[in-house]
């Protein structure tokens, strides 16, 4: 089984051995992927689905994503391209050809303030819309044509241009889930595991979290009962 929950509202975590949740929080799990991906899958796979919901992009329209290799980002691109958009993927020298594997139509390699002026190389008029993964917040939105669409997963900066600017995040969606689930277990979503810590060592994965760089997700893992 694959479970969710939005710890930061429900207050209700999952880093133990036994969790309970609401039956609705909780879908059928494919055998055929490793329990330490289907970890990956959750709260990352929730929140770029739904900052793509909350777009409403049609195929066929422009979509730049931040941090088009991380975590969120990756996911993003994978379900952008499967859904027909032209993606670009904004991201770090070194991971150019990971978003590109990833299915984003070209990438490009800016700093913040140079993000608009590396994607108007591209698209003269700007994107359609761009899912901000990286916190690039105010400086992304000059990648936007006039009238088009920002999300972000953290802070809102002041709309210009007739942008229409908001905030997203992963919630529960049980159909969403097992879409997410069945992609990954298809090989239509990339759940790389960088590194599984046992929770004895608790510490030590925190410790690498904050150090972390790179492609790959860190897992606890708990023995089973």
Excluded: C
Excluded at 18 to 47: F, R
Excluded at 199 to 219: I, M, P, Q
């Amino acid at each position: 089984m694959l479970g969710f929950s939005l710890w930061f509202e429900s207050l209700r975590g999952t880093q133990a051995e036994l969790v309970a949740l609401p039956a609705g929080n909780v879908v059928p799990a494919p055998d055929s992927l490793p329990s330490a991906q289907l970890t990956t899958v959750g709260l990352n796979g929730l929140t770029a689905w739904r900052g793509l919901a909350d777009l409403k992009l049609a195929a066929g329209e422009t979509l730049v994503v931040t941090g088009a290799s991380g975590s969120v980002g990756g996911f993003a691109v994978e379900l952008a391209a499967a859904r027909g958009f032209t993606v670009i993927g904004v991201v770090r020298d070194d991971q150019k050809h990971d978003a590109l594997e990833l299915g984003a139509s070209a990438v490009v390699s800016a700093g913040d303030a140079e993000l608009g002026a590396a994607v108007r190389e591209i698209l003269p008029d700007g994107a359609d819309a761009l899912l901000d993964t990286a916190s690039i917040a105010g400086p992304a939105l000059a990648a936007i044509r006039d009238g088009g669409k920002y999300v972000t997963v953290t802070a809102v900066p002041a709309a210009e241009r007739g942008i229409d600017v908001f905030r997203s995040g992963g919630r529960m969606d049980a159909a969403a889930l097992r879409t997410l689930a069945d992609m990954a277990a298809a090989g239509q979503l990339h759940t790389p595991v960088a590194h599984s810590y046992s929770v004895d060592d608790v510490r030590v994965a925190y410790e690498a979290f904050t150090k972390r760089s790179g492609r790959g997700r860190l897992v606890l893992t708990f023995a089973e009962s």
